[in-house]
Nanobody, 127 residues
Framework: QVQLVESGGGSVQAGGSLRLSCATSGYTNSASCMGWFRQRPGKEREGVAALYRGGRNTYYADSVKGRFTIAQDNERNTVSLQMNFLKPEDTAMYYC????????????????????WGQGTQVTVSS
């Protein structure tokens, strides 16, 4: 089992920044791949950013490329999502997810591959 706890959400004005963090614990060998997902009001959950912990590639949704950065800190067993130049349409509940059955591929942005999820952290961007 893997436990995931997100932190760092909050309210910010458009153009501002927030940094989300996901702390992993438990059997972290089952968290080979990590992703950030979000669910905007009235919409389905979508992949935002993801990485394979044993690789060097990162993957992003087109809507956040150039603004968001996913990074891992293996010493602290955390994965962060730095969000810059935030827009009102970034308002959503953000979830951290993990899976052990994965590889280094853009399909990591698809939620079906993940079997561990955090409770989510709310991000609200005002105009």
């Amino acid at each position: 089992q893997v436990q995931l706890v997100e932190s760092g959400g909050g309210s910010v004005q458009a153009g501002g920044s927030l940094r989300l963090s996901c702390a992993t614990s438990g059997y972290t060998n089952s968290a080979s791949c990590m992703g950030w997902f979000r669910q905007r009001p009235g919409k389905e959950r979508e992949g935002v950013a993801a990485l394979y912990r044993g690789g060097r590639n990162t993957y992003y949704a087109d809507s956040v490329k150039g603004r968001f950065t996913i990074a891992q800190d293996n010493e602290r067993n955390t994965v962060s999502l730095q969000m810059n130049f935030l827009k009102p349409e970034d308002t959503a509940m953000y979830y951290c997810a993990a899976t052990g059955a994965c590889g280094d591929s853009p399909y990591l942005l698809k939620e079906g591959w993940y079997n561990y999820w955090g409770q989510g952290t709310q991000v609200t961007v005002s105009s």
